[in-house]
DNA sequence: CCTTAGCTGATAATGACTATCACAAAATAC
DNA sequence: GTATTTTGTGATAGTCATTATCAGCTAAGG
């Protein structure tokens, strides 16, 4: 696990820069972001996560570390359809996020890893004088597995 | 108030059709969303406005006409990062939606009327085997206006 | 040791939204 | 044309994610 080990220890440097404490509770929900970081949890699911490693942790605690965690720029705060807010390790600290696709069948999302946007940027800071700074695209549609599913049923 | 009166008549004409009764209450609010269409207005502010042309009507009758109208894609329910529901006129019943520029300062919404995300399609459903229906793509950044301001002030 | 600041967990409070329920209005049955 | 079922409404209670509060804990420095 030497790629989770270095994630740990930079993410833990920028805690301790910023000026907070590396306490069980944050290392604990830190660990359980990096060993799910291809999903995308909520912070019900998290806390759940980090209660099952033998520790009692309050969920208020959780969502305080996921707002500091967020503020770092360490995850992302993403708000899908549903309203619920889910999070997402930001690793290599890019400027630009990765996009999503979310299944409309059975609620996956998967991610893609290029940008491809800055095309698009660029005409939209030309056209509508607006200084962009980041931006958030999801693809709503069905997943490959969905999608096989629907063809069987319905040819 | 032409352009207004025909889409307020295919609105109702849609709302028919669908078997859905054209009650005073459905009317004032279909109303509201025609006359601020520029706008992107919660549940709360359409309840607002609704009360405010002298009829006594209540929250919950204002979110499930919100509800018939999202069904019959007649508006676009949208969610940004604040988890909050914002409903969006969805006139010419594109099969895409325009995308939005979100003012980190201000908070105001303007739309982009152009797709552009054309190509970018093709791609995902190559790369990723996933069948798009829809997406939602806003840019976050600082509007024309707190731009301007944001350089005056650093200057 | 004592004080202070930072953290935590339990729980109350908030706020957007949804379900419920009694009543009204309209459509349909008889 | 009245009875009955269906559809819609408003008030309000309930739900659920999130936030604020507050007493107690813990670690660090004097």
């Known amino acids: 696990m ?25 290392e604990l929900t830190v660990e359980v972001l990096l060993e799910k970081e291809k999903d995308h949890l909520s912070a019900e699911e998290i806390y759940l996560l980090v ?21 770092l720029q360490i995850i992302n705060k993403l708000t899908f359809q549903d309203g619920i807010a889910r999070y997402d390790l ?22 893609v890893k290029q940008d491809m946007l800055f095309e698009i940027e660029k005409e939209i800071e030309r056209d509508y004088q607006f ?3 980041d931006h958030r695209l999801t693809f709503h ?15």
């Open 90 to 111: 930001n690793m290599n600290s890019e400027k630009h996020q990765h996009h999503h696709l979310l299944c409309l069948k059975c609620g996956n999302i998967e991610e």
């Open 51 to 71: 209660k099952s490693k033998n520790t009692g942790i309050g969920l208020a605690t959780v969502y305080r570390t996921l707002e500091i965690l967020t503020e």
């Open 2 to 26: 030497k790629k989770l080990d270095s994630s740990f220890k930079i993410i833990k440097q920028k805690l301790h820069e910023a000026g907070f404490k590396l306490t069980p509770q944050r």
């Open 131 to 133: 200084v962009v700074r």
């Open 141 to 155: 549609g069905l997943c490959r597995n969905c999608s096989n599913r629907q063809e069987t049923e319905e040819g």
